[in-house]
Protein backbone atom coordinates (compact mmCIF):
# COMPACT_ATOMS: atom_id res chain seq x y z
CA UNK A 1 0.00 0.00 0.00
CA UNK A 2 0.81 3.28 -0.76
CA UNK A 3 0.04 6.41 0.99
CA UNK A 4 0.29 9.60 -0.74
CA UNK A 5 -0.44 12.06 2.66
CA UNK A 6 1.86 14.89 1.75
CA UNK A 7 4.00 16.92 3.41
CA UNK A 8 1.92 20.68 4.35
CA UNK A 9 1.83 22.94 2.78
CA UNK A 10 1.77 20.76 -0.58
CA UNK A 11 3.44 22.43 -3.00
CA UNK A 12 2.42 21.43 -7.13
CA UNK A 13 3.98 21.86 -10.45
CA UNK A 14 1.89 22.28 -13.23
CA UNK A 15 3.32 20.76 -16.73
CA UNK A 16 2.35 22.47 -20.16
CA UNK A 17 2.88 21.62 -23.67
CA UNK A 18 3.60 24.99 -25.86
CA UNK A 19 -0.03 24.91 -27.79
CA UNK A 20 -2.12 24.66 -23.84
CA UNK A 21 -4.56 27.09 -23.50
CA UNK A 22 -4.16 26.79 -19.74
CA UNK A 23 -7.82 26.28 -18.72
CA UNK A 24 -7.10 23.31 -16.17
CA UNK A 25 -3.97 24.97 -14.73
CA UNK A 26 -6.45 28.08 -14.50
CA UNK A 27 -8.79 25.72 -12.37
CA UNK A 28 -6.01 24.49 -10.21
CA UNK A 29 -4.39 27.66 -9.18
CA UNK A 30 -7.97 29.51 -8.29
CA UNK A 31 -8.79 26.39 -6.30
CA UNK A 32 -5.76 27.06 -4.47
CA UNK A 33 -5.95 30.97 -4.27
CA UNK A 34 -9.18 30.63 -2.91
CA UNK A 35 -8.37 27.67 -0.08
CA UNK A 36 -10.55 25.52 -1.54
CA UNK A 37 -7.25 22.94 -2.31
CA UNK A 38 -5.25 23.72 0.71
CA UNK A 39 -1.81 24.08 -1.57
CA UNK A 40 -0.24 26.44 -3.90
CA UNK A 41 1.19 25.94 -7.51
CA UNK A 42 4.44 26.90 -7.00
CA UNK A 43 6.14 26.01 -10.49
CA UNK A 44 4.94 26.06 -13.84
CA UNK A 45 7.10 24.00 -16.41
CA UNK A 46 6.67 24.76 -19.99
CA UNK A 47 8.42 23.05 -23.18
CA UNK A 48 7.85 26.47 -25.22
CA UNK A 49 8.49 30.02 -24.07
CA UNK A 50 4.96 31.38 -26.13
CA UNK A 51 2.90 28.32 -24.30
CA UNK A 52 -0.57 30.87 -23.45
CA UNK A 53 -0.46 29.03 -19.78
CA UNK A 54 2.98 30.44 -18.63
CA UNK A 55 1.32 33.62 -19.12
CA UNK A 56 -1.81 32.61 -16.43
CA UNK A 57 0.83 31.18 -14.27
CA UNK A 58 2.97 34.25 -14.50
CA UNK A 59 -0.17 36.62 -13.58
CA UNK A 60 -0.94 34.52 -10.31
CA UNK A 61 2.70 34.71 -9.33
CA UNK A 62 3.75 31.18 -9.86
CA UNK A 63 7.36 30.53 -10.75
CA UNK A 64 7.49 29.73 -14.25
CA UNK A 65 10.67 27.81 -16.39
CA UNK A 66 10.84 27.15 -20.07
CA UNK A 67 12.59 23.59 -20.26
CA UNK A 68 12.56 22.38 -24.24
CA UNK A 69 12.64 18.77 -24.65
CA UNK A 70 14.38 19.50 -28.24
CA UNK A 71 17.07 20.69 -26.41
CA UNK A 72 17.78 17.23 -25.22
CA UNK A 73 16.36 15.43 -27.92
CA UNK A 74 19.16 12.98 -27.60
CA UNK A 75 19.81 12.58 -24.06
CA UNK A 76 16.72 11.45 -22.10
CA UNK A 77 18.14 11.57 -18.39
CA UNK A 78 19.51 14.86 -19.14
CA UNK A 79 16.21 16.18 -19.60
CA UNK A 80 14.42 14.46 -16.45
CA UNK A 81 17.33 15.42 -14.27
CA UNK A 82 16.77 19.73 -15.43
CA UNK A 83 13.02 19.02 -14.99
CA UNK A 84 13.63 17.05 -11.50
CA UNK A 85 15.90 20.03 -10.47
CA UNK A 86 12.95 22.66 -10.90
CA UNK A 87 11.12 20.26 -8.71
CA UNK A 88 13.44 19.57 -6.47
CA UNK A 89 14.45 23.58 -5.81
CA UNK A 90 10.82 24.58 -5.08
CA UNK A 91 10.19 21.23 -2.72
CA UNK A 92 7.60 19.96 -5.25
CA UNK A 93 5.34 17.34 -3.93
CA UNK A 94 2.81 16.53 -6.58
CA UNK A 95 3.39 17.12 -10.20
CA UNK A 96 -0.41 17.96 -12.46
CA UNK A 97 0.01 17.67 -15.77
CA UNK A 98 -2.21 20.50 -17.26
CA UNK A 99 -2.37 20.11 -21.67
CA UNK A 100 1.28 18.37 -21.12
CA UNK A 101 1.77 16.12 -24.28
CA UNK A 102 4.75 14.12 -23.95
CA UNK A 103 5.15 10.97 -22.23
CA UNK A 104 7.28 11.62 -19.08
CA UNK A 105 10.88 10.45 -18.58
CA UNK A 106 10.88 7.32 -16.64
CA UNK A 107 13.48 8.87 -14.29
CA UNK A 108 10.71 11.36 -13.12
CA UNK A 109 7.84 9.11 -13.01
CA UNK A 110 9.96 6.56 -10.65
CA UNK A 111 10.96 9.79 -8.43
CA UNK A 112 7.36 11.29 -7.95
CA UNK A 113 5.43 7.72 -7.97
CA UNK A 114 1.69 8.19 -7.51
CA UNK A 115 2.20 11.88 -7.07
CA UNK A 116 1.89 12.81 -11.01
CA UNK A 117 -1.95 13.20 -11.53
CA UNK A 118 -3.40 13.71 -15.46
CA UNK A 119 -6.79 14.65 -16.55
CA UNK A 120 -8.41 13.08 -19.87
CA UNK A 121 -11.20 13.95 -21.59
CA UNK A 122 -12.37 10.43 -21.99
CA UNK A 123 -13.65 7.41 -19.57
CA UNK A 124 -10.01 5.48 -19.41
CA UNK A 125 -8.95 2.70 -20.00
CA UNK A 126 -11.19 3.70 -23.28
CA UNK A 127 -9.62 5.96 -26.13
CA UNK A 128 -6.18 6.47 -24.30
CA UNK A 129 -2.66 6.05 -25.37
CA UNK A 130 -0.72 7.61 -28.28
CA UNK A 131 -1.76 10.18 -30.08
CA UNK A 132 -5.30 10.45 -28.30
CA UNK A 133 -5.77 14.26 -26.75
CA UNK A 134 -7.12 17.48 -27.64
CA UNK A 135 -10.17 17.15 -30.50
CA UNK A 136 -8.60 13.57 -31.51
CA UNK A 137 -10.42 12.08 -28.37
CA UNK A 138 -13.63 12.96 -29.44
CA UNK A 139 -13.88 11.83 -32.78
CA UNK A 140 -12.79 8.77 -31.65
CA UNK A 141 -15.48 8.29 -29.16
CA UNK A 142 -17.86 9.99 -32.05
CA UNK A 143 -16.64 7.22 -34.20
CA UNK A 144 -17.36 4.52 -31.86
CA UNK A 145 -21.30 5.20 -31.37
CA UNK A 146 -20.57 5.18 -28.13
CA UNK A 147 -23.26 6.78 -25.68
CA UNK A 148 -21.30 8.09 -23.01
CA UNK A 149 -17.77 9.57 -23.09
CA UNK A 150 -16.57 11.94 -20.19
CA UNK A 151 -13.08 12.56 -18.25
CA UNK A 152 -10.76 10.58 -16.37
CA UNK A 153 -7.78 11.62 -13.23
CA UNK A 154 -5.31 9.03 -12.97
CA UNK A 155 -2.13 8.76 -11.47
CA UNK A 156 0.44 8.80 -14.40
CA UNK A 157 2.80 5.69 -14.73
CA UNK A 158 5.70 4.66 -17.47
CA UNK A 159 2.70 4.49 -19.92
CA UNK A 160 0.18 6.52 -21.63
CA UNK A 161 -3.02 7.20 -19.65
CA UNK A 162 -2.80 4.02 -18.08
CA UNK A 163 -2.17 4.70 -14.42
CA UNK A 164 -4.42 3.95 -11.71
CA UNK A 165 -7.82 6.17 -11.94
CA UNK A 166 -8.53 8.32 -9.26
CA UNK A 167 -11.66 9.60 -10.27
CA UNK A 168 -14.28 9.82 -13.37
CA UNK A 169 -17.67 12.07 -14.57
CA UNK A 170 -19.69 10.61 -17.22
CA UNK A 171 -20.72 13.15 -19.95
CA UNK A 172 -24.01 11.87 -22.41
CA UNK A 173 -22.91 11.68 -25.92
CA UNK A 174 -25.68 13.81 -28.03
CA UNK A 175 -26.66 12.63 -31.23
CA UNK A 176 -25.83 15.69 -33.15
CA UNK A 177 -22.51 16.02 -31.41
CA UNK A 178 -19.26 17.11 -33.16
CA UNK A 179 -15.80 17.05 -31.41
CA UNK A 180 -15.92 20.63 -30.41
CA UNK A 181 -19.38 20.37 -28.61
CA UNK A 182 -18.55 17.10 -26.70
CA UNK A 183 -15.13 18.92 -25.89
CA UNK A 184 -17.21 21.97 -24.82
CA UNK A 185 -19.19 19.73 -22.25
CA UNK A 186 -16.71 18.01 -20.69
CA UNK A 187 -13.71 20.72 -20.20
CA UNK A 188 -15.75 22.20 -17.17
CA UNK A 189 -15.92 18.52 -15.93
CA UNK A 190 -12.48 18.40 -16.42
CA UNK A 191 -11.83 21.27 -14.03
CA UNK A 192 -14.29 20.08 -11.17
CA UNK A 193 -12.70 16.71 -11.19
CA UNK A 194 -9.34 17.86 -11.43
CA UNK A 195 -9.67 20.00 -8.66
CA UNK A 196 -11.61 17.38 -6.37
CA UNK A 197 -8.90 15.03 -6.87
CA UNK A 198 -6.23 17.06 -6.19
CA UNK A 199 -7.98 18.53 -3.05
CA UNK A 200 -8.25 14.84 -1.91
CA UNK A 201 -4.10 14.27 -2.23
CA UNK A 202 -3.50 17.75 -0.23
CA UNK A 203 -5.58 16.59 2.21
CA UNK A 204 -4.14 13.41 2.22
CA UNK A 205 -6.88 11.04 1.45
CA UNK A 206 -5.46 8.93 -1.34
CA UNK A 207 -3.76 5.62 -1.34
CA UNK A 208 -3.20 2.86 -4.22
CA UNK A 209 -3.69 -0.85 -3.30
CA UNK A 210 -3.14 -3.15 -5.71
CA UNK A 211 -3.55 -0.48 -8.66
CA UNK A 212 -7.02 0.51 -7.36
CA UNK A 213 -7.29 4.63 -5.78
CA UNK A 214 -8.99 4.55 -2.49
CA UNK A 215 -10.29 7.25 -0.45
CA UNK A 216 -9.98 7.55 2.83
CA UNK A 217 -12.77 9.68 5.02
CA UNK A 218 -11.91 12.85 6.12
Known sequence: MIDSTPVAPLQIACLVSGPSRGSNLKALIDACSSGEIPAQVALVIGTRADAP???IARAAGA???VISPRKYASDE????ETI?????????GLICLTGFLRQLPVA?????TNRIMNVHPALLPLFGGRGMYGENVHQAVLDSGMKV?????????????AGP???QVA????DNDTPASLSARILPEEHDVYVRAVKLFAEGRLCVKNRRVMVWPP
Request: net charge negative; aromatic share 10%; proline share 2%.
Open 53 to 55: ALE
Open 63 to 65: HTS
Open 77 to 80: AAYA
Open 84 to 92: LSRLRRHDI
Open 108 to 112: IVAAF
Open 149 to 161: SGCTVHFVDEQYD
Open 165 to 167: IIA
Open 171 to 174: VPVQ
